[in-house]
């Protein structure tokens, strides 16, 4: 059974500091990866994909991937208030158009201002 | 990005009755609609995979009978909650790829169903 493993949280950073956010998954055949994020009530909008080992890098956010660790990781720099928001992790084992995402449970991350 | 919209946003129906929500890709062509399911506090689970012009594809545990899926158009998949039960309150939502397949998959405003 395909797992996407997340730390629940909460996770609390001062206005300004990096936050860390990480995510496990258990099927070694996954190729994509995604970040989103959701506000309480709304639905999830998508922050970065990666599919490459490595970094990559988009404004504040920068995805890390590590296909052997099985470990995909967001980071958030100068975090804003703004930020404050449900982080969720989700896998996909296809390619093509058919992408059928797993999803982590998501960490509440808060930036205290 | 590509905009998708979902209707009605908020619909609270009696136990007993049906509801249809709405997905609708406004800019683009989908040829593989997703539904999802969110409990409060929980992540999203998929339902079901709609795809245009064919049956709906559904996940272990979903019954096929009572989330009814047509995907009609290559803008439009609905979903029919039938025979709604209050344990069927959640938020449903959907989402799209692009037929050009540009990797990404973008998501409906998400559709909040009480059922009292």
């Known amino acids: 059974q395909k797992e996407v493993e997340q730390n629940s949280g909460p996770l609390s950073v001062p206005e300004g500091a990096i936050a860390s956010l990480n995510c496990t998954y258990s099927?070694?055949?996954?190729?994509?990866f995604f970040w989103y994020r959701q506000y309480s009530g709304k639905s999830p909008e998508l922050i970065m994909f990666?599919?490459?080992?490595g970094d990559k890098e988009d404004g504040r956010f920068t995805a890390q991937l590590n296909k052997a660790s099985q470990y995909v990781s967001l980071l958030i720099r100068d975090s804003q208030p703004s930020d404050s928001a449900t982080y969720l992790c989700?896998?996909?084992?296809?390619?093509?158009?058919?992408?059928?995402?797993?999803f982590g449970k998501g960490t509440l991350l808060t930036v205290n201002p | 990005g590509a905009v998708v919209s979902q209707h009605p946003s908020r619909v609270i129906c009696k136990s007993g009755t049906s509801v249809k929500i709405e997905c609708r890709s406004l800019?683009?062509?989908?040829?593989?609609m997703f539904w999802y399911r969110q409990f409060p506090k929980k992540s999203l689970m998929l339902m079901a995979t709609?795809?245009?012009?064919?049956?709906?594809?559904?996940e272990q545990g979903v019954e096929k009978d009572k989330f009814l899926i047509n995907h009609a158009s290559l803008t439009l998949s609905t979903l029919t909650v039938t025979s709604a039960h209050p344990e069927d309150s959640s938020f449903y939502i959907c989402?799209?790829?692009?037929?050009?397949?540009?990797?990404?998959?973008?998501f409906g405003e998400g559709s909040r169903l009480t059922v009292l």
């Open positions: 989402s799209a790829t692009p037929i050009q397949n540009t990797g990404e998959l973008f």
């Open positions: 099927d070694r055949g996954s190729q994509s």
């Open positions: 990666i599919y490459s080992n």
């Open positions: 989700a896998v996909s084992t296809s390619g093509g158009s058919n992408y059928k995402l797993t």
């Open positions: 800019d683009f062509q989908a040829t593989t």
């Open positions: 709609s795809n245009e012009g064919s049956k709906a594809t559904y």
